[in-house]
Every structure is written in structure tokens, then in C-alpha cells.
């Protein structure tokens, strides 16, 4: 079974309709993360929850908002989609990391919603 | 402004050669740099990782070198496998507003021809 579950997996909807992406994991981790990709531009970070209470702004979250219903849930939704929202969205989770100097926290990325607004 | 650059979109080599693919970064606060491959329609996943105290980290076919007086560093497969046929991205961790964040690339897709 996959650690890091999306639904849907593809979805269309049309401008103004509200969205919500779904996103769990099983892998017990604290921290959780929405990205998007669009071609030419890679992975940019939506927001991220460091735990059930910690919600935080990422570098594009305009136009979106978050849920952590629990540890193992992460929403995002679009209350009112544009068409310039139309990208592949990206759920991911992570451990806090190492401790010392130099730590860094591997992402765990499933598999993917990819969302069209017409 | 794009903190870390994957300035190549798409490269394409023969089965068995090397493949080089390159990252710059322009952030001298990062401090661990890591490559994720991404098939279709499956989500990225990691690959390898490098230390900023390092400067360079091998493992099996993969090597990764940070240059970084150049803020610079690549991934080396060898030899390359038509299994290795993905998109690479490059992505840096560092402290931004008190929080462990990664910031990516814009990727590469790897082509392997047999």
C-alpha cells in the first residue's frame, strides 16, 4: 500500500467551482506539505503544517487554504478556481530531521492530483 | 527570484554513457542539497543527497559533486540505463523563517536512447 495517498487523482472542474484535494499518509509523520508543478517552473511550495496545529504560508498561497484534520490528513482546498490554477498538485510528508549543524528533511511525495479549471 | 536553477529542461544520452546533469544555486545558507527523480504519473522520489560540508556523495551509479565557491553542483549516473529515463529535480534545504524548507529546480527530463 502507498504511504502517501491523493485523491482525486485527476479532477476538471470549471472557474469559480470550489476544490478540495485530499491528501493521507501512513507513514506517522508530523510534517505535511502541498506543492504544485507547472512546466518550467518545478516544485513550489504551497503550505506546509509542521503538526496538527502549526498551518504556515508557503511561497504561492494565494488562492488556496489548508485543513489538518489530523496527523495523517492534509486538505488543500481552492475556494473559487481560476484557470491559472490548472497544474499537477503534490502532497508530501516528512520527519523534523537530524539534529547538529546540518540536517535536512527528506519529502515522501504521493503520487500526484493533476487538476484542469476550465 | 529562482533560488536554485536547472537550466537545461531536457537532456538526451546513449545507453551506457555518462549523464551529467547540473543545478546552480545562488543561496550560500543552504545546507544539504538533494536530487529526487519523477517518473509519469507517479510523485517524485528521492535519490541522493549531499551535505554542504561535502563535496561529493556516491552512491551505486549516482554521484553527486557540490562546488561551492561555484554555488554549483551535478549529478553524475553512470552508466546510464533506459531506466533512468525521468525528469531529475534539484532541490536545496535551508532555514527560511525559522523553518527546514526544500527549494526545488525546475527539473531536467533525462532521456536514455538505447
Known amino acids: 500500500d502507498a504511504d502517501v495517498t491523493q485523491t482525486p487523482r485527476n479532477r476538471i472542474t470549471k472557474t469559480g467551482k470550489r476544490i478540495m484535494l485530499e491528501c493521507s499518509q501512513t507513514?506517522?509523520?508530523?510534517?505535511m506539505y502541498w506543492y504544485r508543478q507547472d512546466p518550467g517552473l518545478g516544485l513550489r511550495l504551497i503550505y506546509y503544517s509542521f503538526d496538527v496545529k502549526d498551518i504556515n504560508k508557503g511561497e504561492i498561497s494565494d488562492g488556496y487554504s489548508v485543513s489538518r484534520q489530523a496527523q495523517a490528513k492534509f486538505s488543500l482546498s481552492l475556494e473559487s478556481a481560476i484557470p491559472n490554477q490548472t497544474a499537477l498538485y503534490f502532497c508530501?510528508?516528512?520527519?523534523?530531521?537530524?539534529?547538529?549543524?546540518?540536517?535536512?528533511?527528506?519529502?515522501?511525495f504521493g503520487p500526484g492530483t493533476r487538476l484542469t479549471v476550465l | 527570484d529562482q533560488q536554485v536553477k536547472q537550466n537545461s529542461p531536457s537532456l538526451s544520452v546513449q545507453e551506457g554513457r555518462i549523464s551529467i546533469l547540473n543545478c546552480d544555486y545562488t543561496?550560500?545558507?543552504?545546507?544539504?542539497f538533494l536530487w529526487y527523480k519523477k517518473y509519469p504519473a507517479e510523485g517524485p522520489t528521492f535519490l541522493i543527497s549531499i551535505s554542504s560540508i561535502k563535496d561529493k556523495n556516491e552512491d551505486g551509479r549516482f554521484t553527486v559533486f557540490l562546488n561551492k565557491s561555484a554555488k554549483h553542483l551535478s549529478l553524475h549516473i553512470v552508466p546510464s540505463q533506459p531506466g533512468d529515463s525521468a525528469v531529475y529535480f534539484c532541490?536545496?534545504?535551508?532555514?527560511?523563517?525559522?523553518?527546514?524548507?526544500?527549494?526545488f529546480g525546475q527539473g531536467t527530463r533525462l532521456t536514455i536512447n538505447p
Open positions: 532541490a536545496a534545504s535551508g532555514r527560511s523563517q525559522g523553518a527546514q524548507k526544500l527549494v
Open positions: 543561496n550560500s545558507m543552504f545546507d544539504y
Open positions: 507513514k506517522g509523520h508530523d510534517r
Open positions: 508530501a510528508t516528512s520527519d523534523p530531521g537530524g539534529q547538529g549543524l546540518s540536517s535536512y528533511n527528506e519529502q515522501f
